[in-house]
């Protein structure tokens, strides 16, 4: 699987910018796909992830601003942040994880910065 993420960029805070990764190559029919960041010196946290079938899961620092969606039909999911933070700032990590497997797969990352 291959993940292609595109959207980052700088913004000034309380502003908004939308994330999107597409999936190709072998998709499974029962999977997650999310986001994760990581910042220097930090371990890589979970952002948001959204299951085939809807479920969703996000990390509380970001609950009520960020909004995560798929299009199962393009293998493609989207994070929207909205009031973003200088804390925010990060380089944002697209995943994939095949459910039968358990093997996780990453994109590049895609830098967002947030200034105050």
């Known amino acids: 699987v291959q993940l292609q993420a595109s959207g980052g960029g700088a913004v000034q805070a309380g502003g908004s910018l939308r994330l999107s990764c597409a999936a190709s190559g072998r998709i499974s029919n029962a999977n997650t796909m999310g986001w994760f960041r990581q910042t220097p010196g930090k371990q890589r946290e979970l952002v948001a992830r959204?299951?085939?079938?809807?479920?969703?899961n996000y990390a509380d620092s970001v609950k009520g601003r960020f909004t995560i969606s798929r299009d199962n039909t393009k293998n493609t999911v989207y994070l929207e942040m909205n009031s973003l933070k200088p804390d925010d700032t990060a380089l944002y990590y697209c995943?994939?994880?095949?459910?039968?497997?358990?093997?996780?797969?990453w994109g590049q990352g895609t830098q967002v910065t947030v200034s105050s």
């Open positions: 995943t994939y994880r095949n459910h039968y497997t358990g093997q996780d797969y």
């Open positions: 959204m299951t085939n079938t809807g479920t969703t």
